[in-house]
Each structure stands twice: as C-alpha cells, then as structure tokens.
C-alpha cells in the first residue's frame, strides 16, 4: 500500500460527499433498471419509483448533472457508464457493492454513539434479518474476492496442488472454492455457510460446472458435522467477526477437522494486522466497522492468530503476505 498523503485538497474533498449518497441511493432505487429498456419522463419514472414528483425531479436532474442520466427533453436515459455498470443484470454490474455501502451508510452515522457506549448501532443483523441486504453484500464480495483469489495464485502463496479435499469454512457464494478447483483439478471442496449464503453458493457453483466437486453444507459451523477427514481447511474472512474465546473455539475444531494421518494445514484470509494494530490502514478502519454492526471482532494481528492456532495444537504457524497487504494469510500444520 502507498503511503497516505494528507493535504488541505484530501481534506476538502472529504466534505464533499453529496454525489456520494446521491449515487448510492440512485442505485439502491434501482433508478438505471428502470431505465434500461428506454427513456422515460420524470413523471413516469417518479411513479414507477414511489417518489415524490418535485423531489424526484431535483434528484433525476442532479444525476444527469453528474453525467449518470442523459436528459433529452424532457425524458431521461442511462449514459454509457451507467448502462455498463448499474442496470442489474449487465455483465459488469457493481450495484451490488454500492447497494451494501448505502445500506452502511446510516450504521457509520451512529459511530459517535459506539464510540461514547462501546456497543453495536446495527438494530438487525443482515443474515438472520434481511436476506436481501445479504445477498448485496455477499455479492459484493464475491466481486472484490475473485481477483483477489487469483492473484494469490498468482504470487504464489497457494500452493493446493497435493490437497484433495478442502473445506470452505464461511465459503460465501463459493469464490474460492471455484477458484481453487479451477485451478487444482484434483481439488474436491465442501463449504459451509449459512442459508442465504448456501442458496447463492449452489447457483455461482453450477454455472461453474462445478457441482460435482463443490459440496453445499448448509449451516452455522458450530452446528453441522463434518467427517475429520480433510487435508486443509480455508477460513476466509472469519475471524474478523467473532471474539477471541469463539475463534479459538474454532481453531480447536478445525484442527479436529483435519485428516489425523498428518500433513493436515489450515489457512486463515482476513486481515492481519501488525502488533501496533495500525497497519494495513484497511483492517484498522474495519474494526469499527465491526464495532458498528457486530459489537465484537475486529482484525486482529498475528500474533493474536498465531497464539489461537498454538493453543488449538497446529504446529509451523506463519504468516504470508506483510502490512503492505490489505489481507495476508496465516498457515498452520496439524
């Protein structure tokens, strides 16, 4: 990562977070959807959006002015960008993304009061509550994840060419498990998550052609049984959202997990944070993300993690990847 250079512009630019929400909640309506078959009139498009007609208009209006909407007359239309990227269903749609960050949105203007009570400002909590704001951000993450997974194969930190079978602990729609079985033709994997996350996975894994080397388990962890019988277990972004007396927990049935015959390794993604808790700048800021939603997890730092995988019994306990990246992993051998 680059080292962050503050000036006044930085500053002021900061301020500046109108066209921010504006895109946020533009997409959030689904606004380009209704678009995307063919122009429309503001009144037309406020009705089919349930708004107000003089507000609706000011908003269409400031959208055009920001070069989203084209205003020919006095009809609206997607421009190039928002044809790409924000009609649901494009082959290059980001909504997802922006859809979670909206939904975030009003949880980080609570901060002052998880700051003054230590508490989470979240009211419900997304995957038992909301399944369709589930489904924007595992989604979302699937987006960000895919090219994450290929660059650690890339740069050599997975090597899963001797392992047959993994489990996706938290596996999310399956990005790594698709990834990594494309990559390892030998590689059968069997993820765990819950019900939203199960339904997704199953439909990201069939249009792999995967299904007959993906297995869904659908369920918290804590609950399913599973046969000790695999060779390396892949905890993704988990962590992060539990406390230290449930991650080690975890770690000690991971290890039970593992084939006793030996040669077993977890290997844990999320952010690893340096022992001042400062660095990767990302991780730091997630923690009151955490805060904020969860009321406890945060990204922890190596040593943290280390000490969990020790206690659970894994031997050769490292670390790959530095505070240069945003997430690192950290591998351990039964």
């Known amino acids: 990562m680059t080292a962050i250079s503050w000036t006044p512009e930085r500053f002021h630019s900061l301020a500046e977070f109108w066209p921010t929400r504006l895109v946020l909640e533009s997409v959030a309506l689904n606004v380009y959807g209704e678009l995307a078959e063919r122009p429309l009139a503001a009144p037309e498009l406020a009705d089919r959006l349930g708004l107000e007609m003089r507000a609706a208009t000011l908003f269409f209006d400031a959208l055009a002015a920001l070069e ?164 390396v277990v892949w905890v993704s972004n988990v962590i992060h959202s539990r406390d230290a007396t449930a991650n080690l927990d975890l770690f000690r049935r991971v290890y039970g997990l593992l084939d006793p015959g030996g040669g077993g390794e977890v290997i844990v993604h999320d952010f690893v944070m340096e022992e001042d808790r400062t660095r990767p700048a990302p991780g730091a800021v997630f923690s009151l993300h955490m805060l904020l939603n969860n009321g406890v997890g945060r990204s922890y730092t190596f040593g943290e993690i280390k000490g969990w995988l020790d206690a659970a019994g894994f031997k050769e306990v490292e670390r790959i990847g530095d505070h240069r990246d945003i997430h690192s992993l950290v591998t351990g051998k039964r």
């Open 68 to 231: 989203l909407l084209h205003k020919k007359g006095e009809r609206y239309v997607n421009c190039a960008a928002a044809k790409r990227y924000l009609v649901p269903g494009s082959a290059d749609y980001v909504g997802h993304e922006l859809i979670a960050a909206q939904d975030a949105w009003d949880v980080w203007g609570r901060l002052p009061a998880a700051l003054r009570s230590g508490e989470r400002q979240r009211e419900d909590r997304v995957f038992e509550d909301d399944p369709e704001a589930a489904r924007h951000l595992l989604l979302a993450i699937h987006r960000r994840a895919e090219p994450r997974a290929r660059e650690m194969l890339d740069r050599g930190w997975l090597d899963l060419k001797a392992r047959r079978r993994m489990l996706d602990l938290g596996g999310g729609v399956g990005t790594y498990s698709i990834v990594f079985c494309r990559a390892f033709p030998s590689l059968h994997c069997t993820l765990v998550d819950r019900p939203t996350a199960a339904a997704l996975a199953r439909a990201e894994i069939s249009a792999a052609d995967l299904e007959d080397r993906i297995e869904v388990v659908e369920g918290e962890f804590e609950a399913v049984e599973l046969p000790p019988s695999f060779d």
